[in-house]
């Protein structure tokens, strides 16, 4: 008997990463669903006895569909898919209902071990049918940030010791002038600090800028058990240690799934020795528009905030564009 | 066998390279022994490998700000990232002497430091890696010129006679804060105001009594200036205060107090005693406003209104006015 699966994610690249995983020698028929509302309305006409569900998407996130499909009593088995990997979150999925949780990026062999495990894959001789999906690269890097933030988020957390809240990135080539704009509010406003890391290799480059407002450097420091005043030495060794965890972590997880190698440069402190300003001088001049990943980063119940913003130079967004578009072959 | 040969021989160029290269490479365990020294630390410490290898770095340079580098060694077997220390934080880990002992300005080495895991072929972080570089001559250079721009700033930035912001200054800053108020959807006002009948003190009495008023009415304006308002003076007798987060009628408050303030002032000049007034303008930042120079508008037809009415007086701008 075929078995109606269904795929649940914003992202186009998401969806397709997700079907390719999916065994072929299966009686499956897949659908797919672009957000949360759709999933439900797909569920309740039975295409889902299956569901590969993700956690973060705009409008009706994953909590929300499992919560839905818990008070609706909806007849279905779902499987969260995400690249948010604080054991928070797992714990949070399971305890609304979820079945296993899997990590993006997604892996045939990972896929395969929980079905085998749950018993959901039987070999079959029907071959099912592969769906096409319409892969738009803006989804490609959107997905490879969401991941890349979620390794982020998992470091954070367990230093910290607390749940981070998972961004919804924002993708988009921005002007020069822009830049200079935000570059000039935040030396207009001592109450902002700023890390400035650079980063090269395999045709791309670019630069990392964390953004952290002052007003959270005293719940930073109780959750880092750090004692006694915070003055500027203490808040530049927080901003620091953040900016190690958040830029690195995040690099290293773009680097890993883009396979590409690169060097960094060591951080710059804006705002102490160096204005932005400066920083920025002429070079900023070379470039009309750069391709611009934002995040801003919430502690949950603590009153921290920060922005990470990837800055890729134009002529990286070529070798960019290849890499992204082989993973999905 | 060639190839045999030139691996050796690679291998040994590398160790060369390794040896001269003019960074400090350290490697230690995670009970912080250490398993590899080279030349650079040798030459700069003055211990050799066999004396700190296989030693716990600590005991062996118990000057090292222990508890502090311990957490950063220790976070890169927890999180599997490369960490950096910059010389801002901490001039030096190592407390090496400069390079330049004799015509250098730095007594000790100023240095930024790479932490990367190392690991072992079934991929578990077995020891981390301490790179030590040189970074004195830059730290040198930036502090002086941080040192020289905070002087030319400081003069470029302020009007000599009142020592308030000068106009170009003061023009960039509300320029930032018109941009600041409009993202953040903040409510923030501006003040305008300028001397009653200045023209009259200056003929009356000559200019250095009117510098003389100006400066009156400049300290007066200080000493009732809130930590986050922003004055400059706009003109010759026109002054500008940004008030943040400041609604309008919160404003007529502060220039009400101060025109009563001022109109109790009296500057004495080579032996006369000459009063004078201000006139005020209070402009809300507005959504309909485009750009800063359209709030400064706003502001001095409200100016412009206080004089019409009899001078001496402040008034909030509406858009009848215009």
């Known amino acids: 008997m075929t078995t109606p699966v269904l795929i649940c994610d914003d992202s186009s690249f998401a969806r397709k990463q997700m079907a390719r995983a999916l065994p072929e020698k299966w009686d499956i028929k897949v659908s797919l669903a672009g957000g949360g509302e759709e999933c439900l309305e797909m569920l309740a006409q039975g295409k889902g006895e299956l569901l590969f569900l993700d956690l973060n998407m705009p409008g009706l996130d994953g909590y929300g569909v499992l919560q839905a499909i818990r008070e609706r009593d909806l007849p279905t088995m779902v499987i969260v898919v995400s690249g948010d990997v604080q054991p928070e979150a797992h714990q949070r999925v399971k305890a609304l209902g979820a079945m296993e949780f899997i990590k993006k990026p997604v892996s045939i062999e990972h896929v395969q071990d929980v079905l085998n495990q749950y018993g959901l894959y039987l070999e079959s001789d029907v071959i099912h049918q592969r769906i096409s999906v319409e892969v738009d690269i803006w989804d490609g890097y959107r997905e490879v940030t969401n991941v890349a933030m979620g390794r982020a988020a998992d470091l954070l957390a367990r230093v910290l010791g607390n749940f981070v809240k998972m961004p919804i990135p924002h993708i988009n080539m921005i002007d020069m002038v822009d830049l200079q704009m935000v570059v000039k509010e935040v030396e207009g406003n001592d109450t902002i600090s700023a890390v400035c890391q650079g980063f090269i290799g395999s045709g791309i480059a670019g630069e990392a800028l964390l953004i952290f407002k002052e007003q959270s450097f005293d719940d930073m420091a109780s959750l880092m058990k750090m004692e006694g005043e915070i003055g500027e030495a203490k808040q530049l060794e927080l901003l620091m240690d953040l900016s190690n965890i958040l830029i690195g972590a995040f690099l290293k997880a773009i680097s890993e799934q883009l396979e590409f190698d690169f060097s960094m440069g060591h951080p710059n402190v804006l705002g102490r020795h160096l204005s932005m300003h400066e920083l920025m001088g002429e070079a900023a001049k070379k470039w009309n528009s750069s391709l611009a990943i934002e995040m801003g980063y919430v502690i949950e119940n603590k009153n921290i905030s920060c922005d990470l913003l990837i800055l890729f130079t134009e002529d990286s967004i070529p070798a960019l564009e290849n890499r992204v578009s082989s993973m999905i072959g | ?322």
């Open chain 2, 1 to 322: 066998m060639q190839e045999q040969t030139d691996t050796i021989n690679s291998l040994e160029w590398l160790f060369d390279i390794f040896r001269s290269i003019d960074v400090g490479v350290v490697i230690v365990e995670k009970d912080y022994s250490v398993k590899t020294w080279n030349s650079f630390m040798v030459n700069h410490s003055g211990v050799s490998s066999q004396d700190v290898i296989n030693k716990n770095l600590f005991n062996a340079f118990p000057e090292l700000p222990d508890a502090w580098l311990k957490r950063k060694i220790d976070s890169v077997f927890m999180l599997n990232t490369r960490s950096f220390i910059t010389w801002e934080q901490h001039p030096y880990v190592f407390k090496f002497r400069s390079y330049r002992p004799i015509t250098g300005t730095a007594e000790y080495m100023f240095q930024n430091v790479t932490l990367i895991p190392l690991h072992s072929t079934d991929g578990a972080v077995t020891h981390a890696g301490l790179v030590v570089y040189d970074v004195t001559d830059v730290a040198v250079s930036q502090i002086k010129l941080k040192s020289a721009n905070q002087l030319l700033g400081k003069l470029s930035r302020t009007d000599k006679l009142t020592q308030l912001y000068n106009r170009g200054y003061w023009e960039e800053s509300l320029d930032i804060e018109f941009e600041r108020s409009k993202r953040s959807s903040q409510i923030s006002t501006l003040v305008m105001f300028d001397i009653d009948h200045f023209k009259n003190v200056n003929d009356t009495y000559g200019h250095q009594a009117g510098d003389e008023v100006i400066r009156n009415a400049s300290r007066t304006l200080l000493n009732n200036l809130r930590k986050t308002d922003v004055a400059g003076r706009y003109g010759g007798e026109e002054f500008a205060i940004i008030l943040t987060n400041t609604e309008a009628h919160t404003a007529l408050y502060f220039a009400e107090r101060l025109r009563k303030k001022i109109e109790s002032q009296i500057v004495a000049h080579d032996g006369v005693e000459i009063r004078y007034t201000i006139s005020l303008g209070v402009a809300e930042l507005s959504p309909e406003m485009d750009n800063h120079q359209q709030w400064i508008e706003a502001a001095d037809s409200a100016l412009y209104e206080s004089k019409h009415a009899g001078r001496n007086r402040s008034e909030i701008y509406s858009k009848k006015t215009l």
